[in-house]
């Protein structure tokens, strides 16, 4: 299984981005009873921190309360890819994303990474 982020970039407080997870080995995950896809975000100098997930497509989701309202995950199985839609940017949103997978319930302890994908917003 291989995640690789892209989509990321410099963007204007208040505009929209949208952050795109290839996932190899797609149905290697979602064929699991229970699974996991979610983005998490580091900034500089803080711990890396969930943003949201979703359990086996969408049966339950999580946001952050930071991105409530703002924040749309979802996932196309016909494309093996995983979503992240920003919307109302702040500059506080700016952090390394990642997009993680795991065959389990959403506890955080995700069994795979991607690499990353910047987002700055000013």
């Known amino acids: 299984v291989q995640l690789v982020e892209s989509g990321g970039g410099s963007v204007q407080a208040g505009g929209p981005l949208r952050l795109s997870c290839a996932v190899s080995g797609y149905t290697d995950i979602t064929g699991s009873d229970y699974y996991c896809m979610g983005w998490f975000r580091q900034a500089p100098g803080e711990e890396r921190e969930g943003v949201t997930t979703?359990?086996?497509?969408?049966?339950?989701?999580y946001y952050a309360d930071s991105v409530k309202g703002r924040f749309t995950i979802s996932q196309d199985s016909a494309k093996n890819t995983l979503y992240l839609h920003m919307n109302s940017l702040k500059p506080e949103d700016t952090a390394m994303y990642y997009c993680?997978?795991?065959?389990?319930?959403?506890?955080?302890?995700?069994?795979?990474w991607g690499q990353g994908t910047q987002v700055t917003v000013s």
């Open positions: 993680a997978a795991s065959r389990a319930l959403c506890t955080g302890l995700m069994d795979y």
């Open positions: 979703s359990l086996s497509g969408g049966k339950s989701t």
